[in-house]
């Protein structure tokens, strides 16, 4: 990089997440100039990781995936090792107090699925197979790209009527609790069924990865290839004479050709001007999770090894939804130790956004009986805490619609282009997607002028 001349026009990435820049990556390598402005003294965003006594805590982001085909080619290009996690892992899922396999391996171990009824397991089993047979264009990191027969119904609703109301409450609360942090009716269906369908579709490898030095290092080796002014928070995007003024806390402004706006919508709304109504239509009406990644300490021998990601659905524990173990990851953890992230739903979480870790971890030790039979208590012990208000964009059917159409009708309106996992790119994957995309199209739209 770069692989051509540098170009003229002016370019300014406002956020050093991966989807800011996957964004501006791309315009760097196709020659243009660009520079990211960044208010943290790192990049990444909310994929970072936390190194203390010998753990590399990824609080934020956690896992890649064998798919994740855009991050893997920055890997590729920039050296940065990337893994799959140790074989063999099992999943689980609390019912009753007790956990029980979740795995959609074989047919056999969908009917052993003991956290739902028999009926449901035989349902369960013959939508699988319906949906492994049949011919739609899927595509987990651009929700935009779904069929409309899929992403028009809340995921509550489609599960009670194909499925059953356990398959409801064990499975696609459980999946959301720990994938999103949030509910099932606050997601698209077809978010579910895309990930199944991926998981079961010929030459996908959905494996779970990770890069070994902790999931900053992608985008700290980015960071390093690109021009980013960090400890520089925007405070204003506004239209000037054909340009984009951007205004900085500093009180300093600078003018751009364009401008591509990469933090969460939440802050998007607040430093957008509000002349750039139809932009503001997606960035307000947003909504997001809320969680808080509480890093546990425990002797290696406490949770079982192949024990790997734990499902805990609202209804067995409106507290914690749920927790990871990593030790699935070599390395992530010192020799005979294991490190369990906890996640919290959201409504705990905004209880205890605010509060000192210590009474965090305090409260939510109380509840590890219920929810981590193997561990004793008096055992575990804090690494660490990771607060986010804004942990995952939701999906709603709504909020995949209004993306659809202001990509279509709007996105570069007044120079100023979206991009962020709120724009139907789910995960680090589909963020780092809606960079690349936003990119193409301020590439597209510089040569129409
Ligand atoms: C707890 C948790 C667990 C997760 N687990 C996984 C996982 O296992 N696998 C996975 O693939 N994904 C996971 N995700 C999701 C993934 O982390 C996000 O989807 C992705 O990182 C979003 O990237 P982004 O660039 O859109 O936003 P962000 O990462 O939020 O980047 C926005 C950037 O903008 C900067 N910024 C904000 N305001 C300003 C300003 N005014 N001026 C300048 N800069 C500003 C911020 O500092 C930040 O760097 C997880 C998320 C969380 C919170």
């Known amino acids: 990089m770069p692989k051509s001349t540098p170009k003229t026009p002016k370019i300014a990435v406002v956020g050093g997440g991966i989807a800011g820049l996957a964004a501006a990556y791309e315009l760097t390598e196709q020659g ?58 099992i999943h689980r899922v609390l019912r009753d107090g007790k956990m029980h396999e979740l795995s959609i391996a074989s047919p056999l171990s969908i009917l052993r699925m003991s956290f739902l009824p028999f009926s449901a397991r035989l349902k369960l089993l ?10 739609f264009k899927i595509n987990l990191f651009d929700l935009s790209e779904l069929p409309d027969s899929l ?41 579910l069924v895309a990930y199944f369908k991926m998981m079961m579709t010929k030459g996908e490898e959905f494996a779970l990865s990770y890069t070994p030095r902790g999931m900053g290092e992608i985008p700290t080796r980015m960071a390093e290839k690109l021009d980013v002014r960090y400890k520089t928070r925007v405070k204003l995007i506004r239209p000037a004479r054909g340009r984009v003024e951007v205004q900085f806390d500093s009180g300093k402004k600078q003018f751009f050709d364009k401008v591509i706006l990469a933090t969460t919508a939440a802050v998007g709304v607040k430093i957008v001007d509000p002349v750039y109504k139809d ?9 997001y999770s809320s969680t808080v990644t509480i890093g546990i300490e425990v002797d290696q021998k406490e949770i079982p090894a192949q024990y790997h990601l ?29 490190l369990i992230s906890l996640y919290l739903h959201e409504e705990t979480a905004v209880e205890v956004l605010d509060w000192p870790d210590i009474k965090i971890f305090e409260k939510l030790k109380l509840e590890l009986p219920f929810i981590f039979p193997e561990l004793d208590p008096k055992k575990a012990k804090l690494h660490s805490i990771q607060k986010w208000w ?10 995949i619609i209004r993306v659809k159409w202001f990509q279509r009708t709007h996105q570069g309106d007044k120079n100023l282009y979206l991009a962020g996992d709120y724009m139907n790119g789910p995960w680090t994957e589909g963020a780092s997607r809606t960079g690349v995309k936003a990119a193409q199209q301020v590439i597209e739209d510089l040569s129409r002028n």
């Open 126 to 135: 013959g939508w699988l197979l319906a949906l492994k047979l049949k011919r």
């Open 310 to 338: 734990n499902y805990v659905p609202y209804k067995e524990n409106q507290r914690i939804g749920g927790y990871g173990n990593e030790y699935r990851k070599p390395g992530a953890t010192p020799p005979g130790k294991s």
């Open 32 to 89: 243009y100039q660009v520079v990211v402005f960044e208010q943290e003294s790192f990049a990444g965003g909310r994929m970072r990781t936390v190194k203390r006594d010998g753990f590399n805590f990824d609080g934020g982001a956690s896992f890649l995936a064998a798919n994740y085909y855009n991050l893997k080619r920055y890997a590729q290009d920039l050296g940065v090792e990337w893994v799959a996690t140790r074989p063999g892992s």
């Open 390 to 399: 804004e942990a995952m964009p939701k999906f709603t059917p709504e909020h």
């Open 279 to 287: 932009h503001l239509k997606i960035l307000s009406n947003t909504e």
């Open 151 to 191: 992403f028009g119904i809340d995921l509550v609703t489609y599960m009670d009527e194909k499925i059953h109301p356990d398959a409801t409450t064990y499975l696609a609360d459980a999946f959301t609790s720990i994938m999103q942090f949030h509910r099932a009716k606050d997601i698209t269906a077809g978010a």
